[in-house]
């Protein structure tokens, strides 16, 4: 099968490379590097297998261009920085909204009629029951990342509905593993190699989230496409438990060995506008489809920590 | 109070606006009569109580322009044709979401903290229990019309969340009466006016709506917005019950005196691909605050049909 992987040389992304690689694949990716890197990819580019399209989505003709030939779509691109919607307003409508549209559209136009993609529990907004069923309505983002992800889901059903495109759509916990290139570990991380004395947190660090290993996301995706055949298929993807951030920061204060750092909190219930300081997705459809996380939320952060601070290269 | 609508000069803002008068707001209007009518409120612009702005909501800093000193948006402008989605696939994404986009954004730089918005009982997708009420989900759409309806309440939503903006966001079951300037009734007036020996309708005519007059639409609006103040409001606005196309059909054959009209079916459950055959909004938590709806949906369509008779004005 000819897979196009948008986002492939990101975090998620180059994971899930490594599986449609290990399945006989032919893999295409499009990716502009804006937070993906060469490097994850590098050697199956070099093996050839992997062809990789350095474009950006919002130009809806080299989407076209590297839709050709195309039997199924991954796409995974977006703006992975959530709280840069607060800054700069137009990024997650361009990089996630027109670039989902740009996909779509490319797709009705080279006949290709499948799609996964990447939307993500944050959509759910704030408020909804913990954990949280894939029924529950209404649903209000309340970062522009989230109203993105929401557009985007919205413009694939309606590609469903109207061009006859077969969809699957998995709303993501944390996910987090090697390979990490964002988010509250990876910063965290990077802060106390700059000041290995003290961890700035954003929030009061009670902020409790779930988290995913991402080689367990990437196998559930794969396995979902593979056992569920509706028009429009949707699924939460998480672990069954949660973490607070307060954790998070005594386990990457530990394992680094900064254990001397103290750890300092700027207060408020949330890291930023638009953060959502409570969220754990409901996993039974997860599950009744035959995927069983073995990761636990703090495995899966432990696991993540150590993982990156080898990438990274702390000094010891 | 200074308010903004845009699509003022269209079926539903005009309405909205008469009220406006009433209650003595000072009134701008963007519009860019891609759909508006300039006759339905040329007398208010003569008679200085509304300021016409003829600008595209795709244009952000024209958007900007006429934001400035507002106090409330009423964000009514949308492509009108829900079947245009089909051929000219970027038009409900451009003057949908992105002109969405852009209104939020002029409100976030101009300080304008209040505003409603029509979204549509479309964002319910296909296979929602009748009647659906507000909390159903998940909200696909099968409609590009309703996926930008959809990205709007996100994006909305966000900002609420995000840059502290008060929402009330209001789904429409199909609004009807005098002025109007498309849907099925207005379509059937036309059809009969061209021939009327026959009416074509879309579909086997089973398909089966619920339909509210626009003044108790527009009043409904205002109404809500006056008894509801938390930072996002949705409501549904609806009448309790359905009518079919078919029963439409008769009406306007009855109503127009065609009465030897054959009324011939293209066939097929629906009239276009992404048209939802069935809808019906609960409408509890609009009668909660206090609204009901007099007029059902057939006692709608009839005064519409005749309203709309007189408008376009059929040869007797």
Redesign the interface.
């Known amino acids: 099968m000819r897979v196009l992987v948008t986002g492939g040389a990101g975090f998620i992304g180059s994971h899930l490379i490594d599986r449609l690689i290990e399945r006989g694949d032919e893999v295409h990716v499009a990716d502009n590097l804006s937070s993906g890197r060469i490097e994850f990819i590098a050697d199956n580019i070099e093996s050839g297998a992997v062809i990789h399209h350095n474009i950006d989505l919002c130009d809806l003709s080299a989407t076209i261009d590297c839709m050709k030939g195309i039997d199924f779509v991954f796409h995974l691109a977006a703006n992975a920085d959530i709280r840069l919607?607060?800054a700069i307003?137009?990024t997650d409508?361009k990089h996630g909204?027109?670039a989902t549209?740009n996909v779509l559209?490319a797709m009705?136009l080279c006949g290709v009629k499948r799609i996964a993609f990447s939307s993500s529990s944050v959509?759910y907004?704030?408020g909804a029951p913990m954990p949280t069923p894939?029924?529950?309505?209404?649903?209000?983002?309340?970062?522009?990342y989230?109203?993105?992800?929401?557009?985007a889901?919205?413009?694939i059903?309606?590609w469903?509905?109207?061009?006859g495109l077969q969809a699957w759509v998995f709303r993501f916990a944390n996910i987090i593993g090697e390979r990490g290139t964002h988010g509250v570990i990876f910063d965290f991380i990077h802060k106390l190699i700059a000041d290995p004395s003290r961890l700035e947190v954003l929030g009061n660090g009670l902020q409790e989230k779930s988290y995913m290993e991402v080689k367990e996301c990437v196998d559930s995706i794969l396995h979902v496409i593979e056992v569920t055949n509706e028009p429009?298929n949707?699924c939460n993807l998480g672990s069954d438990d949660t973490i607070s951030v307060r954790r998070i920061a005594e386990i990457v204060v530990a394992e680094t060995g900064c254990t001397d750092a103290s750890i300092e909190y700027t207060g408020g219930d949330r890291g930023w506008?638009?953060d959502i300081p409570r969220a754990m997705l409901a996993i039974d459809r997860l599950r009744g489809l035959g995927c069983v996380p073995t990761y636990n939320s703090e495995d899966a952060v432990r696991h993540t920590v150590r993982a990156l601070i080898e990438e990274i290269g702390m000094e010891e």
Chains 1, 2 share one sequence.
């Open positions: 919607g607060i307003t137009d409508l909204t027109i549209y559209e009705r959509v907004g704030e894939e029924n529950y309505g209404p649903t209000i983002p309340i970062s522009l989230g109203a993105a992800k929401l557009a889901e919205g413009l059903g309606s469903v509905g109207t061009f429009f949707l506008a638009g």
